[in-house]
């Protein structure tokens, strides 16, 4: 199993960016996936997740309302619309399967395939 996001950059504040993780190697449209991030000198942090139908997604309170994240799994991909963007928003962004099917979880304990990452750096 392979994870790949991209989409990351660098953007002044209240600007947007897409990212994007790419899925391969394996069948996930009954896992969910999940975004996380990792600022520097940080503790990586839950972002937000989707279930496998795309219809229940969970936020951290601090993006609710300015990030929206979805998946395609025709096309195994997930995405994070990033919106209204902050310095505090600045980290590496990574994305994760979760370990069991069926299983809904913010911890990354719970997450077992993970991507590379991708940059985000908001200037202020």
């Known amino acids: 199993v392979q994870l790949q996001a991209s989409g990351g950059g660098l953007v002044q504040a209240g600007g947007s960016l897409r990212l994007s993780c790419a899925a391969s190697g394996g069948t996930f449209n009954t896992y969910t996936m999940a975004w996380f991030r990792q600022a520097p000198a940080k503790e990586r942090e839950f972002v937000a997740l989707?279930?496998?139908?795309?219809?229940?997604?969970y936020y951290k309170d601090s993006v609710k309302g300015r990030f929206t994240v979805s998946r395609d799994n025709d096309k195994n991909m997930m995405y994070l619309q990033m919106n209204s963007l902050n310095p505090e928003d600045t980290a590496v962004y990574y994305c994760?399967?979760?370990?069991?099917?069926?299983?809904?979880?913010?911890?990354?304990?719970?997450?077992?395939?993970w991507g590379r990452g991708t940059q985000v750096t908001v200037s202020s």
């Open positions: 989707v279930t496998w139908t795309g219809k229940s997604t």
């Open positions: 994760a399967v979760a370990r069991e099917a069926g299983l809904v979880a913010t911890a990354q304990g719970q997450y077992e395939y």
